[in-house]
Structure formats: structure tokens, C-alpha cells
């Protein structure tokens, strides 16, 4: 065993009992980095990631390789969603040396922690234009101790390159004389909507070339642009893209939920591992688009992952696992795919249909294994066939149970059950979604619950402080700010469906701890990592969305919305000055800034303030749901709440009654939403 056998997480600990001699990021292998005056490797992956576990058979269980290991280097693991800080970082280096990045991130270090040389898989022998993983070892212990002063000289660079690239804040776009009107235009999102549609993939959806993300961020960009401006196109494309992403096999077609990303332009073939917050974001933006269209196969497909979810990711106590590894017994993709005769054996006479539709044949569609995927919509399949669609779609469900249930008894992926706060942040976000959209009371209950969880498990002593990850009855590591940004977003979300004011008021006491413990030095961008955080080499500002949305724009997102419920100017002139600053950059490039581009949208359409005041106003808030209403500020109380313009002077006795504003200044109030959705 070594040093990795203390911690929680489930992928330090699958390195525990390795030869090489692994300890976790702290002051006991940095302290003895500098002792020893050694170089650090820093390997950083995640429990789902497929590359990372060869590297770990390959290299990491051979007792020779582990020797070289021992003898040149202090060897750190890194769970990389434990400490995405350091990820960041040491990712940013490594792109900065090669252009490239990815997971297993292996990282070496000077004694004082600074990046000179790096690199993804490596292989145990010399293969695919990629060095043996003994020979850079080697390499690397040699040039340490005969070309220190370059390889100082190095890491000083790069060290400085990082700082650089996170000063995002520095040059501030927003020139004050210029009216905000002018400053964020409809040109803007015309262009931004002309950029992303340059990238979209007309034929299978989504953007760009394989491998494909979701994307979530640009999909509802466009809904919300199709909604504001009537641009057929860019529904067609949102719409295309959620549909080739729901009929493919990133889609888990008998037990819902989605696979990170796939690996082919068609979404056939995943990259299979479960990531809660893929989930979360992409039941987000299928509740826009069911709003927005009332396709049933959107609310199926709703239920179907929050039933996954429930049934496979949630902890006895509330809380969100973090992911399903994308192996099981060692390959890839083996709990997921069947062959043609498994199905027969299991489904009999109704094999032949469902093989037709789901694309199973002997040969196979994947490495001579299948992966159900639809290649028509059933309404289409149905009607070549001649069949009838509703008697079809039941058959077709029982069959799919059949092999659920068959499925059920393989030999599980492993389940990463760490809890960490901003994904569950995000999952509640998307059950309260969910409760909005279709009304379940299951959804609501299932968001309260797992907040309840995390207000429990998470706080640190100090009001406002919070922790990042927690497992086995610990937490660990101070909350970055994509954990905070998101709670916040998701208290704002508990709010608009359960009508308690209280989350407000939570929401606002942790954006003001935010603003004073994350802010930069111009108080308009936000720092990664807290005020006072001394392990990490430089404090990055992270503004371009990734897997996850910035936590930068979530938090501009947060202020803007409690600057109207609170009356804080300050909070609403700290997001216009940051989306100013940032707007140039998002209309080149809106694929990476679509939470940025979202609220530039948002500036130009406006922001409907529904406030509802009266003893139905929960009712009347529930309401809300039955409409696509972008950027809307929902609240409401059962009487005048001061302090809180939108529900000041409002009640009128035995009355229930509706307010549409817009800078606190609104129409006539009506007795239902329904009354004034044309005018929001």
C-alpha cells in the first residue's frame, strides 16, 4: 500500500495499492519534493477515464516501471474533479508546450511546483509516434540533474505564460459614454447565431467534427435566439442536434441517462462513462426545448434519465454521485452492448423488429458488439413497416425491459460516489427544470432533498465557506467558485418552484461571500480558487465554457438576477461591465462562450420580472412552466415583502393578482400568466 490508501476518493484509491510509491497532493510530498530537492510527477485523471486505467495497467502496476518512478520523482495522484484547480492549471501548461491536452495528464514539476514538462498516455514501449513511458522517465531524471538551469529557466516561462492568459480583466471593454443600448445590439447575436450554424453539422446535428460533445450551452443558445427572433434555422439546428443526440448511442436507449461524449460524427459510438453534470445540463435544455415544442419524446426522455438518476446516482442520503466508469471487467463499453444473438435468446419471436430499429446485426455496428441506436424516428420506422406506431412503441418498451433487466445482472462500471457540490448544484438545477416543465412533484422533492443534503454536508465553520467534495461522512478542499456559482443558481432555481423567499435570501448572503473572497483586483472578474488557497502556483480566472458552464458567467448570471430581486446596482453594473468586456470574444467564438453569449441575448431582449402576490401565488408561480420564457425573473409571495421591490405594494385583499415588469416599472397586474404571455 502507499499513501493513497487514506483518501476517499474512488480514484486515488484505485492506485492505492500500485508499487509506485503515490502520494496525494499536500504538504507531505511537496515538503519532501523540496528536502530532496526531486522532481514532482503530478498524474491527474478521473475514475471514468478509460486511458487513465490502461496507463495504471500498463505502467503504474509494473514493479520496474514503478522502481524508475520511485528513484528520480516524487509522485503525486490527482483526482482531477477533487481538484480541478490544479487540473486547470497544469492542463493550461501542457497545451501551452504541445497544443494538445486530455486525460491521464502527467505533469513534471521543479521541487517548487512549477510545470517543465508534460504529456497524456503514455505507452510501456515506444508506439504511435509516442515515446515509452521509461524513456521519458529517464529522459527527464537525466536533464534535471545536467540541465537545471534550462529546465528552471522553462518552467518560470510557462509559470509566467499561465498568469498571463488569466488576466482576463485587466482591459475592460465597456466605455462608459456609450449607451447600453449600443453596447449590446441585435447585429451581436445575429452574428453570434451566423457563427455557430458556420460549425453545425446540417446532417447529424450538433457542431463541428468528432468527437462530438452535447454542447448543451450552444443548443439553448439557439432555442432562446429562435424564440426572441423567429430563425427557423437555428430551431431546425438546436432541434436536430437534441434529436441525433436522443436516437444515438450516447444515449443509453434502455436505461436513459448519456454518455459524455461520442466518439463518431453519427452519435453511435460514446465514450461511455456517465457524467452527472452531462446529465444535469442536458435535461436543462431538453426542458427548453419541450416548452418551446411540446414534443412528447422530450418529456420521455426527461423521465428516463431523472429515472437513471434516481436509480443509479443518488446516495441513500440525498446526495449526487459523480460518474459511471466507462469500463466493466476491464473493456470498454461491455455492460452496454449486446450481440444479435444474446438479443434472440432473450426476446424471441419480437427479435426481429427490434434488432431492425435498434441497428443489431451479426457483425455488429461496434467492434463486432452492437449499440442500440434508432436510425428512424418511430412514427417513420412504423409507417415503412406497417405498423401501428402506438402498438410498436409498447412492444418495443417491453422489449427494452426485458434487456434492462437481463443487463441488470452483468458485472457493473464502477460508480465514482464521491459527492461534489457544484455537479450536485447542477443536478438539483435540472430536477427543479424538470418540476417546472412537467409538473412532477418527484422532481421538486428529489431538488429540496438534495439541497437539504448539501447544506448539511458541505459548510465549512466560517458563515458563507464551503467545501468541494464529500465521501464517507468528509469533506474536503475549499469550494471553487464553479461550486458556489452554481449553488447559487440553484437556490434561485428552488425558489421559482417552491415559492420560499428564504432561497433568496441564501442566495444573495453566498454571492456577497463570493464577491468578497473569489473577486479580482478590478472587481469584475472572479478568481478560481478562494483568497488565501497557498497550494496552486498561480490564482486562474476560468471564462470560457468547458464540459461545465463558466463559473464566471454562471456568476454574472447570479448577480443579474439578484441585482433586480434586490435592488443592487452595483451587482447589475459588475455584470454588464463583465459582459461588455467579454462580448467581442463571444460573438467570434460562441461555441465556447455560449453562457457568456446567453446573457448578451438576455441584454438585448430584456428581462421579464413576473412578480405574484396573493394567497395563490404558488399556484399562480407554477403556472409559469407551461411556457418557454426565457430570462425571466419569477417570484412571489402571499403578502408585500419590503426590502424586495417586486413584491412591494403589490397585494390587494382576497386577490391574487400577477405583475409583469421590467425595471421595476409594470403593466396592469392580471389574475393568471396566461392573460399577458404575449406581451413577455
Not at 436510425?375 to 427494452?400: S, T, V, W
Request: with cysteine; net charge negative; aromatic share 12%.
Amino acid at each position: 500500500m502507499n499513501k493513497l490508501i487514506s483518501e476517499t476518493s474512488p480514484y486515488l484509491l484505485q492506485h492505492a495499492h500500485n508499487p509506485v510509491n503515490w502520494y496525494p497532493w499536500g504538504d507531505e510530498a511537496l515538503q519532501r519534493a523540496l528536502q530532496e530537492d526531486k522532481p514532482i510527477l503530478v498524474s491527474i485523471g478521473y475514475a471514468a477515464c478509460h486511458w487513465c486505467h490502461v496507463m495504471e495497467r500498463e505502467s503504474f502496476e509494473n514493479e520496474a516501471t514503478a522502481a524508475i518512478m520511485n528513484e528520480h520523482f516524487i509522485n503525486i495522484k490527482i483526482d482531477r474533479e477533487e481538484r480541478p484547480d490544479l487540473d486547470h492549471i497544469y492542463m493550461d501548461a501542457l497545451q501551452a508546450m504541445t497544443g494538445a491536452g486530455g486525460w491521464p495528464l502527467n505533469m513534471f514539476l521543479t521541487p517548487d511546483k512549477k510545470p517543465f514538462y508534460g504529456g497524456t498516455y503514455f505507452p510501456p514501449v515506444k508506439a504511435h509516434n509516442r515515446p515509452s513511458w521509461t524513456d521519458v522517465l529517464l529522459s527527464l531524471a537525466d536533464a534535471f540533474k545536467q540541465k537545471r538551469e534550462d529546465i528552471e529557466t522553462q518552467a518560470d516561462n510557462l509559470v509566467q505564460h499561465i498568469h498571463q492568459s488569466g488576466q482576463f480583466g485587466l482591459q475592460s471593454g465597456l466605455k462608459v459614454d456609450v449607451p447600453f443600448e449600443e453596447l449590446f445590439t441585435k447585429v451581436q447575436c445575429d452574428t453570434i447565431c451566423e457563427n455557430i450554424l458556420k460549425q453545425a453539422d446540417t446532417l447529424w446535428g450538433g457542431f463541428g467534427r468528432a468527437p462530438k460533445f452535447p454542447q448543451t450551452f450552444t443548443i439553448g443558445w439557439l432555442l432562446r435566439y429562435h424564440h426572441a427572433y423567429r430563425h427557423p434555422e437555428a430551431l431546425q439546428q438546436a432541434l436536430l442536434s437534441l434529436d441525433k443526440m436522443l436516437q444515438g448511442g450516447l444515449y443509453d436507449q434502455l436505461g436513459g441517462g448519456f454518455a459524455r461524449y461520442s466518439t463518431d460524427e453519427r452519435w453511435l459510438a460514446p465514450h461511455f462513462e456517465k457524467m452527472l453534470y452531462d446529465n444535469a445540463l442536458l435535461i436543462d435544455v431538453l426542458c427548453d426545448a419541450y416548452q418551446l415544442t411540446r414534443n412528447d419524446i422530450y418529456v420521455q426522455t426527461i423521465r428516463d434519465t431523472l429515472s437513471f438518476i434516481t436509480r443509479e446516482m443518488t446516495a441513500p442520503g440525498g446526495g449526487f454521485y459523480a460518474a459511471l466508469d466507462a469500463d466493466s471487467e476491464g473493456v470498454e463499453g461491455k455492460f452496454y452492448t449486446w450481440s444479435k444473438a444474446e438479443i434472440h435468446h432473450i426476446l424471441g419471436e419480437q427479435a426481429k423488429i427490434f434488432c431492425e430499429y435498434y441497428d443489431v446485426s451479426e457483425e455488429g455496428n461496434w467492434e463486432e458488439q452492437n449499440i442500440l441506436w434508432v436510425q428512424q424516428p418511430l412514427q417513420q420506422f412504423a409507417a415503412e413497416k406497417g405498423y401501428d406506431p402506438a402498438i410498436l412503441g409498447a412492444m418495443l418498451k417491453g422489449c427494452r425491459e426485458k434487456l434492462l433487466a437481463v443487463r441488470a445482472n452483468r458485472v457493473r462500471p464502477a460508480l465514482d460516489d464521491k459527492i461534489l457540490l457544484g455537479w450536485n448544484a447542477l443536478m438539483v438545477h435540472a430536477c427543479c427544470r424538470a418540476y417546472a416543465a412537467l409538473g412532477d412533484e418527484g422532481y421538486r422533492q428529489l431538488a429540496i432533498q438534495n439541497m437539504e443534503f448539501c447544506l448539511s454536508h458541505f459548510p465549512q465553520g466560517e458563515e458563507g465557506a464551503f467545501y468541494h467534495t464529500w465521501k464517507n461522512g468528509q469533506s474536503k478542499y475549499p469550494a471553487f467558485l464553479d461550486d458556489y456559482a452554481y449553488l447559487i443558481r440553484a437556490m434561485i432555481a428552488l425558489q421559482e418552484i417552491t415559492g420560499d423567499i428564504g432561497w433568496l435570501y441564501k442566495a444573495r448572503d453566498i454571492a456577497t461571500f463570493v464577491t468578497g473572497y473569489f473577486s479580482d483586483e478590478h472587481q469584475l472578474f472572479f478568481y478560481y480558487t478562494i483568497e488565501g488557497q497557498e497550494d496552486v502556483i498561480v490564482r486562474k480566472k476560468e471564462i470560457y465554457d468547458g464540459a461545465i458552464p463558466s463559473g464566471n458567467a454562471v456568476m454574472m448570471q447570479n448577480l443579474w438576477y439578484l441585482s433586480v430581486v434586490f435592488d443592487r446596482k452595483d451587482w447589475a453594473n459588475r455584470c454588464v461591465n463583465a459582459v461588455s468586456s467579454i462580448a467581442q470574444t463571444a460573438v467570434r467564438y460562441p461555441t465556447s462562450f455560449g453562457v457568456w453569449a446567453s446573457q448578451l441575448l438576455q441584454f438585448v431582449k430584456g428581462t421579464p420580472e413576473l412578480a405574484i402576490v396573493g394567497e395563490n401565488f404558488k399556484a399562480r408561480m407554477n403556472e409559469a412552466g407551461n411556457w418557454f420564457i426565457p430570462f425571466r425573473i419569477l417570484t412571489g409571495s402571499e403578502k408585500n415583502i419590503p426590502g424586495i421591490p417586486l413584491l412591494t405594494d403589490r397585494a390587494k385583499e382576497n386577490e391574487t393578482l400577477v405583475y409583469l415588469c421590467k425595471d421595476y416599472h409594470c403593466i396592469k397586474p392580471v389574475f393568471y400568466i396566461q392573460e399577458i404571455i404575449n406581451l413577455i
